[in-house]
């Protein structure tokens, strides 16, 4: 299902679209993602993702390519020219997201039929697939990391200054690029921007999922320090603007999150607590728990009650999408359903339960590789912190997806987050290799020492 808030974009789905001043920034994009080192060239993505509105694209053989897939296609070249996916296994996670990606679009191809329905999930493999891919050929190293959050940090503050123009002026200036309104949408008096998103709703989700990786800047050299803070007004901006309560609910998760990091130890009996908790909430409740998205609204006309509908109605009609999906959910509803605001019901309704169990499997594997990151001895306090980050970015994609169904630009941000989680046991869980050092001390008494280390990412011995 195509949702109704991307209906601005709709007129250039399948329509050849292309700017002059779009094509010099995707070019000067795919040059930084060719030439750039290797830790700084998922930048280039992000920078493509915020500056090029999604109306731009070229149709070839009915398939839309959108300036982003081809920036997608630029990096995965990249890698494979390079040969900088060696060394890559597969993991828990890699395998999950794999599984549900091709689930989702075998369902999907089955439930609507058609060339139409195989080319959308074709565009959705491509999509996961390929994100997920050059993610993980690309972060190699807990340094990676920390440089893919300095470069996010810097294509923050351009994006905030833009967002300010259009919360000042009421004007889209990415509107040149088509696919988003010329006029800032308005809610109640209060200036909904969003940039070159599809939605304002995306833009504030986007960079607040984003704000997590940039605070684990905030445990390094003084220079990542100030990045860090100022990457953080800047996604802290972001979301203010879009007036949205999604993004304003998703930054009280972040800081939740991350105050929860002194308890990091014992973060197995926080999440069981957590479910207890919720499952104690849904019996003592009068209405079902998900009922909590009624009562949660940040900012006037919020329609956290439609959210609740959503899966109130999803659960309901368990036996209409159960097998392969649904094909026409809009009927569960009186007024019919334009708009499936709910990632998991998405899942769901695309794929059936076979895919929405697998979401939830790639998921739980994603948690489960911070955890098993951050377990390793020889982690630093600084690593488990950056590690603790990561999973927040991945907590506030779990919060957000019950408001949202990611399109646009935002499709990236599952197998980023995902990839994301799964490189850090690769990172951290190299093999430890022995090294034997042997020397005189200054009395010239002889001494043997062994010093123990991670193998560096791409092969070779200690030194």
Known sequence: MIPLLAQSSLDFVGVTTVEPLAVLLAMAFAAAAC????????VALVACACFIAPAQRVVVGGFDMTFLRIMVGVLAVRVVVRSEYRDLRAGPVDVAVGAWALVTAIAFSILHGGTAAVVNRLGFLYDVVLVHFIVRALVREWDDVRALARGIAVVALPVMCFMLVEKSTGRNLFAVFGGVPEITRERYGRLRCQGAFAHPILAGTFWVVMLPVMCSLLRGSHRDRLLGIAGIVAATTIAWTSASSTPLIALLVVLG?????????RVRWLAAGGGVGLVGLHFMMQAPVWHLLARM???????GWYRYLIINEFVEHFGDWWLIGSRDPSGWFQWGLPDIANQYVANGVNGGLLAFGLFIAAIACAFAAVGRSMRRPDATPRDLWLAWCVGVALLVNVAAWFAVAYFGQAVMLTPFIFALCAALPAVAGRPLVLCTVRGRAGNGTPFVRRLVGPAPAGGGRLR
Request: proline share 12%.
């Open 35 to 42: 030439l750039a080192p290797r830790r700084y060239a998922l």
């Open 257 to 265: 999150g991350l105050g929860l990091f002194t308890m990091h130890r």
């Open 297 to 303: 609204p940040l900012v006037p006309g919020s329609t």
